[in-house]
């Protein structure tokens, strides 16, 4: 099957498309955090299906399934993403689902197909939308597509029997700032006038993020919304690296003295250093 996939369309300028993805990206991050509408595996959050659907909808695109089609072991489906002013094809997603996965090995074939459709729909709408996951903080595999257990060979040998795996016990693979402590971060780079782009940068390089950092062009604004949605994921081994840098960093003025800044800390409640 041939698809003609057209782009989605986008603000006149670059900086002006910036600003708008990074507010859509700081809404979806509350909604999908509020509604529970993301998993984490192995330290990962990874959206369901019903996440990517809402991104869809904030952007005027959703997801149509064009082709169902039996394959050997279960089913396969095509789902198109289409803008929904025009109907025109953005994005397209190729899915199977098949009884050679542990999970199915024994599931009615109404069940299968249903994955099936389902795994498509999320990959039609990553296909355009992938990266607006990304700049929230999200991994772009589709939920569905995810072993319980995560991949690698290692995790699949050692991992408990799916109904023993728990959330919670994931979520502890990576330890995350506290919002005092992101508010301590942000205090001290205030204080010395380095700005949101600086600490954009910063923030980028330290956790050695294998996204590209996005290209703000001076956007102050972009920039720091980006920084705080960052800062809801940021990693607590990287605390006292991200205070020595800004520490180390020269002041844009003359800065304000280390002893009025913990007391101003101390006032706020962020506690000095650690904000715990």
């Known amino acids: 099957m041939t698809t003609d996939i057209q782009t989605v369309e986008a603000p006149a300028t670059p900086r002006a498309h910036l600003t708008s993805q990074t507010e859509i990206a700081s809404l979806f991050k509350q909604v999908?955090?509020?509604?529970g509408l993301s998993e984490p595996v192995q330290g990962k959050d990874y959206l369901r299906v019903e996440a990517w659907q809402f991104l869809g909808s904030l952007n005027g695109v959703t997801s149509v399934l064009v082709e169902t089609e039996r394959i050997e072991g279960g089913w396969k489906a095509v789902s198109e993403a289409r803008r929904e002013s025009d109907g025109q094809t953005v994005g397209a997603?190729?899915?199977?689902?098949t009884r050679e996965e542990r999970r199915w090995a024994r599931a009615d074939d109404y069940a299968v197909l249903s994955m099936a459709q389902t795994r498509a729909t999320s990959k039609a709408l990553k296909s355009c939308l992938?990266?607006?996951a990304t700049l929230s903080g999200y991994a772009t595999t589709p939920l569905e597509e995810m072993p319980t257990e995560g991949f690698g060979d290692a995790s699949r040998a050692q991992s408990p029997p799916v109904a023993t795996v728990k959330p919670a016990v994931q979520a502890d693979a990576v330890r995350v700032i506290t919002a005092k402590q992101g508010g301590l971060i942000k205090a001290r780079t205030g204080a010395k006038r380095l700005g949101d782009l600086w600490?954009?940068?910063t923030v980028h390089r330290l956790t050695q993020s294998s996204d590209p950092l996005p290209d703000f062009g001076g956007d102050w604004k972009a920039a720091k919304a980006w920084v705080e949605i960052q800062l809801e994921t940021f990693p607590s081994e990287f605390m006292d690296s991200i205070l020595e840098e800004i520490g180390n960093a020269p002041?844009?003025?003359s800065g304000t003295p280390a002893a009025t800044l913990d007391a101003r800390a101390r006032r706020d409640g962020l506690d000095g250093r650690w904000g715990d």
């Open 32 to 35: 999908v955090k509020d509604q």
């Open 93 to 97: 997603g190729h899915a199977i689902c």
């Open 130 to 132: 992938g990266h607006l």
């Open 199 to 201: 600490l954009a940068q």
């Open 251 to 253: 002041a844009k003025t």
